[in-house]
């Protein structure tokens, strides 16, 4: 938060160096790795290995699968992905951006079908998401679902349009 990565950086190897196993360092660790301004492939590719040191010892961290699943996305990884944001939803039922990814991942991998379920509860936990609802249409569409498709893409226009600007009250002249 204070731009000091560098010192950031020492001070989780650090503690990682005493107490490999402790449940969140690495996670952390990856996070900052990730947040660099300057980060490039290389502390892309050293995060990822740090989230994966921490799924080795909490394989129960939705966080960190989740973030894998983002980092398979990236470079078009959809197999990967989809299994990384599966397992972050099955860890927490209601990380909803785990179940966007994990349907948004289906989607593109032209598993239509599959990424309905995934998407209906996105759509559950964060209704006001307009990215759930079109890419449920999507899934809907290509699946022969026409009219839910065609209200699902309304629901997205209704929540994409930007409503007039208008100066706050204090400001207006």
Request: aromatic share 8%; proline share 8%; net charge negative.
């Amino acid at each position: 938060m204070q731009g000091k990565w560098d010192d950031a950086e020492r001070e989780y190897e650090g503690m990682i160096e005493k107490e490999p196993d402790t449940p969140g360092l690495h996670f952390l660790l990856g996070r900052l790795l990730l947040s660099r301004p300057d980060a490039d492939a290389k502390g892309t590719e050293r995060a990822k290995q740090e989230f994966q040191k921490e799924i080795q010892i909490d394989p129960n961290n939705a966080a960190a699968h989740y973030v894998l699943g983002e980092l398979a996305s990236r470079t078009d990884n959809w197999d990967e992905a989809i299994a990384q944001f599966s397992q972050a939803a099955k860890l927490d039922p209601n990380f909803a951006e785990a179940y966007l990814g994990w349907g948004f991942a289906l989607v593109t991998a032209q598993r239509y079908q599959e990424a309905i379920a995934p998407l209906r509860v996105a759509e559950r936990l964060t209704p006001g998401n307009p990215a759930v609802h079109y890419t449920l249409a999507r899934a809907l569409q290509r699946t022969g679902q026409k009219e839910e498709a065609e209200k699902e893409f309304a629901i997205h226009r209704s929540l994409s349009a930007t409503p007039p600007a208008t100066p706050p009250p204090d400001q207006k002249q």
